[in-house]
T-cell receptor, first 108, second 113 residues
Framework: EDQVTQSPEALRLQEGESSSLNCSYT??????LFWYRQDPGKGPEFLFT???AGEEKEKERLKATLTKKESFLHITAPKPEDSATYLC?????????FGTGTRLQVFP | KAGVTQTPRYLIKTRGQQVTLSCSPI?????VSWYQQTPGQGLQFLFE???????NKGNFPGRFSGRQFSNSRSEMNVSTLELGDSALYLC????????????FGSGTQLSVL
């Protein structure tokens, strides 16, 4: 059965304290892995797509990496505005399977 | 460029009723997909429409249905509402499908009493 697990469920960081979020998956025939950010009261906002093991993408303080079994979202020197829920999703055959997300809080 | 618009923003219904939710995609986007978000289950894929045809469907009962019009606007219908249907319903649009960058609306918060 296709499955996505994200950890930790919640993470509290001091401003400037770097960390990583994990997304592990089991899926038959991965077409792509996606990271989204969701702020309270809003829909998810696209961050990255990764297609093959070894691929990396960067955007400002965020860097996403992919292996054959998991993906990491590295956050370097986070700021309070990075506080949000980060969602990981995989695409096997024209549908998306989401993890339950990591709720990140960054304190000044 | 206008984003994805979902109406209504909030909805309160009672068990047994039915409800219709609306989604207007970004101009030029032909794919619209729907998702149910609950605190316990997270985001779950309901179905995807492309050029007025349902292309894929998640594991939801037949009470959940949808359609897409020629202008790509989409509606989702839930019949015989149950308490467990209370959730945030999100729609997303893209140019050709779910396997690319999706643009989400802010959702419709449905409460079933």
């Amino acid at each position: 059965e296709d499955q996505v697990t994200q950890s930790p469920e919640a993470l509290r960081l001091q401003e400037g304290e770097s960390s990583s979020l994990n997304c592990s998956y089991t899926v038959s025939g991965l077409r792509g892995l996606f990271w989204y950010r969701q702020d309270p009261g809003k829909g998810p906002e696209f961050l990255f797509t990764l297609y093959s093991a070894g691929e990396e993408k960067e955007k400002e303080r965020l860097k996403a990496t992919l292996t054959k079994k998991e993906s990491f979202l590295h956050i370097t020197a986070p700021k309070p505005e990075d506080s949000a829920t980060y969602l990981c999703a995989v695409e096997p055959a024209d549908k998306l399977i989401f993890g339950t997300g990591t709720r990140l809080q960054v304190f000044p | 460029k206008a984003g994805v618009t979902q109406t209504p923003r909030y909805l309160i219904k009672t068990r047994g009723q039915q409800v219709t939710l609306s989604c207007s995609p970004i101009s030029g986007h032909r794919s619209v997909s729907w998702y149910q978000q609950t605190p316990g289950q997270g985001l779950q894929f309901l179905f995807e429409y492309f050029s007025e045809t349902q292309r894929n469907k998640g594991n939801f009962p037949g009470r959940f249905s949808g359609r897409q019009f020629s202008n790509s606007r989409s509606e989702m219908n839930v019949s015989t509402l149950e308490l467990g249907d209370s959730a945030l319903y999100l729609c997303a649009s893209s140019l050709v499908g779910v396997g690319e960058k999706l643009f989400f609306g802010s959702g419709t918060q449905l409460s079933v009493l």
